[in-house]
């Protein structure tokens, strides 16, 4: 699923991008691990999980020292998230006390809406929103694909961007804002790495995430896709993008 930036948009106007986008301090915030301590996932258990090595980090997870009460393999995820609801309304979040896997159906069109439009106002609403409804964000449905730097010849920006892979048995419904994103193309990727059945895509894509990430800096501005551009949108800082995949 791609998104159609605004032809407003300062960065790659018109251009279609994977959902997602950048950081905010209330990602990393330790309410969040308390939060899923209170879910019934302890510490510990997490970072056993997320964790791959201390020692062969990707640089985003290395050097996010700054938020010390935190695990970053857990709040990057939860940043790709947030951010993808935003743009969206599609919500990667499970219920805590409940069989169903769609949090969704737990709100109403209008109420899913008064939150995404809250949460794009403060990303802290994003807990808020978690606490309220007793859902926590599905950080195991995001599978690390890759880490891409932007190239140094691209200009004075450089994106530090990680790639997410997100499979899911239906086309979600989308509500996007008109404004930063104007339009939604779904169809199939012609990327080499995806071309292994998507029905086996999680088993695959886990050996990625169980022995960690490597950045790359790709050669050449962009990758082509059969239905749009993959652009490549990263920063000084850290941007986030859940490639969301429809099981076949």
């Known amino acids: 699923m791609l998104l159609k ?9 018109k251009a279609f991008v994977f959902p997602g986008g950048a950081t ?11 939060h899923f301590t209170e ?24 050097n996010a020292s700054t938020f010390p009460d935190c695990i970053p393999e857990i709040s990057f995820r939860i940043s790709a998230i947030r951010e993808t609801f935003e743009e969206t309304g599609v919500l990667f979040c ?3 006390e ?24 403060n990303p802290e609403q994003f807990l808020h929103l978690c606490q309220q409804y007793k859902l926590y964000p599905d950080i195991w449905s995001l599978y690390e694909w890759s880490n891409w730097l932007t190239p140094a ?30 339009q939604i193309q779904v169809g199939y990727f012609s990327i080499s790495l995806l071309y292994r059945p998507l029905k086996n895509l999680p088993s695959h894509t886990v050996i990625y995430y169980r022995s960690g990430s490597t950045r790359s800096v790709p050669f050449g501005r962009m990758y082509k896709v059969i239905f749009g551009w993959l652009l490549l949108r990263c920063t000084n800082c850290a941007d986030l993008r859940i490639l969301i995949l429809l099981k076949n």
């Open 153 to 182: 010849n691209m200009g004075p920006k450089r994106y530090d961007t990680i790639f997410y892979l997100a499979v899911v048995d239906n086309q979600p419904k989308v509500r996007i804002d008109g404004t930063e994103i104007t």
């Open 39 to 62: 879910s019934g996932f302890d510490r510990e258990q997490l970072a056993s999980e997320f964790i791959v090595s201390l020692h062969h980090r990707i640089p985003l997870y290395a």
């Open 98 to 121: 409940s069989d169903r896997n769609n949090a969704s159906e737990f709100f109403t069109i209008d109420d899913l809406q008064e939150w995404q439009e809250r949460v794009h106002g």
């Open 5 to 13: 930036r605004s032809s407003t948009s300062k960065f790659f106007a």
């Open 24 to 34: 905010e301090a209330a990602d990393f915030s330790p309410n969040w691990l308390k």
């Open 94 to 96: 499970k219920p805590i």
